[in-house]
């Protein structure tokens, strides 16, 4: 069966310092990954979305990178955290479309950031 | 670029009352998706709606999808405080991007 595995589950850091978030996946090949950020009490904000190896799109532009060096591995960076880089993150997967009818979109546990 | 809609924003119901969640959404898809999210955890996913027409029941939750309006709805039935969640709705675009609602804070009470 496919999982996914997202980690760390919180994290605190000083502004200005570096950021590394990653998830990977199990259970299924070439997979669409995607990074979400979601505010307190807030919807989903799509960050960076990715349909194959080394092919990223930014959807919001910020201070935050997203690089897939691995079929099934999504990382998000940063050089420099901001205080208005705080919030929920999270992967998810999707299967690539036309590899049958019966798709879905599952998301890994979160990480909570807070950067202060 | 497509936009997705939610409402209502949030729903405060009775146990064992019904109500509907709305899903609008601006560009063609045939892809449809509904999440609950419980406070600080991720997304569960509820149901995947594919095609016109197409209706999934899960317990009092009743999913489906009018592709030609470019509507959705999630059926609550009898709620109780359990369904007490969030709610979001997502589209996928015609290039894979999944883009989600404003979610719908749904809050039952006795």
């Known amino acids: 069966s496919q999982t996914i595995h997202q980690w760390p589950a919180t994290l605190v850091q000083p502004v200005g310092s570096p950021l590394s978030l990653e998830c990977t996946v199990e259970?299924?090949?070439?997979?669409?990954l995607y990074w979400y950020r979601q505010a307190a009490g807030r919807g989903l904000q799509l960050l960076f979305y990715s349909v194959g190896i080394g092919q990223i799109s930014s959807e919001v532009p910020q201070n935050l990178s997203a690089s897939r060096p691995q079929d099934r591995q999504f990382i998000l960076s940063s050089k420099k955290l901001l205080l208005s880089d705080s919030g929920f993150y999270l992967c998810?997967?999707?299967?690539?479309?036309?590899?049958?009818?019966?798709?879905?979109?599952?998301f890994g546990q979160g990480t909570r950031l807070t950067v202060v | 670029e497509l936009k997705v809609e939610q409402n209502p924003l949030f729903l405060s119901m009775q146990e064992g009352k019904n109500y509907t969640i709305y899903c609008n959404y601006s560009t063609t898809s045939d892809r449809l998706y509904w999440y609950r999210q419980d406070p600080g955890k991720s997304l569960e996913s509820l149901f995947v709606?594919?095609?016109?027409?197409a209706v999934k029941q899960e317990g009092r939750l009743m999913a489906s999808l009018d592709t030609k309006a470019r509507l959705s709805t999630l059926h609550i039935t009898a709620a109780v405080h359990d369904l007490s969640a969030t709610y979001f709705c997502?589209?996928?675009?015609?290039?894979?991007?999944?883009?989600f609602g404003t979610g719908t804070r749904l809050q039952v009470f006795p």
């Open positions: 709606l594919l095609s016109n027409g």
């Open positions: 259970g299924t090949s070439n997979p669409n």
């Open positions: 998810a997967w999707s299967v690539y479309r036309g590899k049958g009818p019966n798709t879905e979109a599952f």
């Open positions: 997502a589209v996928e675009d015609n290039t894979d991007k999944l883009i």
